[in-house]
């Protein structure tokens, strides 16, 4: 049975309470926690930077998923590293090398993640897929939480899926954008194994993350 670990995206959460928040995703059974920076040139909203991650690292022993949506991205990723990331998922259309980019995010002893816009084909990232640790499959256009799941996005991870059965690829396909209670089953169904969720974890149920986190996790 494929065991489906969810990542809860904190730009859903209280930023006034972030440390808080994150220690509430943490006792509700969060197997890591998505961190979302947006540097408002990759994408139109401006978040979070290293010194607040690094602010937050000591309040979970959670891996931080940290999500780059920041071009150029090359130049940061030492900073992610040490301020207490875990994976480094950044976009290919944000890097002039991404082997280069791949290569520096190891030198920190960091799992890599490359990320899919929906637009995105995956023969952009075939010959680099035997070299990174997670494909994070953009179910929305990045830039903001609570955004409708682009159904078409469900073929592009059956595609990722048979690449990677086909290649014995060890990659987690992680899914991320408009996931909710009516069509988690078939992102996983499609082959993901890790889901991103912001709204849904955060609104449903009164904002019973324990509840909605439990939810997401039943097949
Ligand atoms: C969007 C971010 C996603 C988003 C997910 O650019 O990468 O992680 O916060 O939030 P929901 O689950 O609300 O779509
Ligand atoms: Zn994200």
Redesign the pocket.
């Known amino acids: 049975m494929k065991k489906i670990k969810i990542s809860p995206?904190i730009?859903?959460a209280d930023f006034s309470q972030l440390g808080n928040e994150i220690q509430r995703l943490e006792k509700g059974g969060a197997d890591l926690i998505?961190i979302?920076v947006m540097d408002g040139h990759f994408?139109p909203n401006l978040t979070i930077g290293p010194p607040i991650i690094k602010k937050l690292r000591n309040h979970t022993k959670l891996p931080f998923d940290v999500?780059l949506?920041i071009s150029p991205v090359h130049k940061y990723i030492k900073d992610f590293a040490e301020a207490g990331a875990d994976i480094i998922t950044i976009h290919p259309e944000a890097t002039k090398d991404l082997n280069n980019s791949i290569k520096h995010i190891r030198e920190f002893n960091k799992k890599v993640g490359v990320s899919l816009n929906p637009d995105t084909n995956i023969n952009i990232i075939n010959d680099h897929l035997k070299q990174i640790d997670l494909v994070l499959i953009m179910s929305?256009y990045?830039?903001?939480?609570?955004?409708k799941f682009i159904p078409d996005v469900l073929n592009k991870i059956k595609e990722l899926t048979s690449i990677k059965k086909d290649n014995n690829y060890k990659f987690d396909i992680e899914v991320?954008?408009?996931?909710n209670f009516s069509n988690y089953k078939s992102v996983i169904e499609a082959g993901a194994n890790i889901l991103?969720?912001?709204?849904?974890i955060f609104k449903e149920n009164q904002g019973d993350v324990k509840k909605n986190i439990k939810i997401l996790k039943t097949i």
Not at 142 to 147: A, D, K, T, V
Not at 176 to 179: F, L
Not at 196 to 200: E, I, K
């Open positions: 995206s730009l859903s998505h979302d994408v999500h949506m929305v990045p830039g903001f939480g609570g955004q991320d954008g408009g996931i991103v969720s912001g709204t849904t």
